[in-house]
């Protein structure tokens, strides 16, 4: 069963940056793996900020953005806002009954 | 706007089952892929289900194979999850989620539905 592994949770400070990364159990991470990332505020359902590694979606602020790092995906926030407080979950694909694993989730401060 | 919307849960007893619905509008429900993802009580999302335009092709997670059924009704602009055999770590959030296939990617509209399963 394949594991998605992030960040149990990072601090930032306003106007910061901070990158979140994703990591796989099966081994590096690729466009292949067509990766996701979410924002989840408390009782909220997910909103969809980056797909496909590093294309925005029409609503997402380009504060954000999406690339490879070092076999892992990674979402980076430039210029953090306040709002920006919140879970932050990726998604890979692997395709068949396996198709999608979000990755564990990282708990975003903004302190 | 683009809206797709549980509903149906509620607490049921270990053992017993359960039909989730999801209705969508604001787009041309046929043409999208759909899922389920479920989110357990302060925990992360896990996708659980898959279900194709026309509802031929279905994949379904190690969790639920077996006794999660999901299936589709373009004319009603619904999705369904009918859940047996339910389970206390089948207590969640379920959301559904709309994509299609190489060129848009899983988004969520609207509100899940929280489904408790306990005695």
């Known amino acids: 069963q394949t594991v998605v592994t992030q960040e149990p949770s990072l601090t930032v400070s306003p106007g910061g940056t901070v990158t979140l990364t994703c990591a796989s159990s099966?081994?590096?991470?690729?466009?292949?793996?067509?990766p996701n990332w979410f924002q989840q505020s408390p009782g909220q359902a997910p909103r969809a900020l980056i797909y496909?590694?590093?294309i925005r979606h029409s609503w997402t602020p380009a504060r954000f953005s999406g690339s490879l790092l070092g076999g892992k995906a990674a979402l980076t926030l430039s210029g953090v806002q306040p709002e920006d407080e919140a879970d932050y979950y990726c998604?890979?694909?692997?395709?068949?009954?396996?198709?999608?694993?979000f990755g564990s989730g990282t708990r975003l401060t903004v302190l | 706007e683009v809206q797709l919307v549980a509903s149906g849960g509620g607490l049921v007893q270990p053992g017993g089952s359960l039909r989730l619905s999801c209705t969508g509008s604001?787009?041309?429900?046929?043409?999208?892929?759909l899922n389920w993802v479920r989110q357990a009580p302060g925990k992360g999302l896990e996708w659980i289900s898959h279900?194709?335009?026309?509802?031929?092709?279905?994949f379904n997670a190690d969790s639920v194979r077996g006794r999660f059924t999901i299936s589709r009704d373009n004319a009603k602009s619904s999705l369904y999850l009918q859940m047996d055999s339910l389970r206390a770590e089948d207590t969640a959030t379920y959301y559904c989620?709309?994509?299609?296939?190489?060129?848009?990617?899983?988004?969520?509209w609207g509100r899940g539905t929280l489904v408790t399963v306990s005695s």
């Open positions: 989620g709309r994509e299609i296939t190489g060129t848009e990617p899983l988004t969520f």
């Open positions: 604001g787009f041309t429900f046929s043409t999208y892929e």
């Open positions: 279900i194709s335009t026309n509802g031929g092709s279905i």
């Open positions: 099966t081994g590096a991470v690729t466009s292949g793996n067509y």
């Open positions: 496909t590694t590093n």
């Open positions: 998604q890979l694909y692997f395709g068949g009954d396996q198709r999608y694993v």
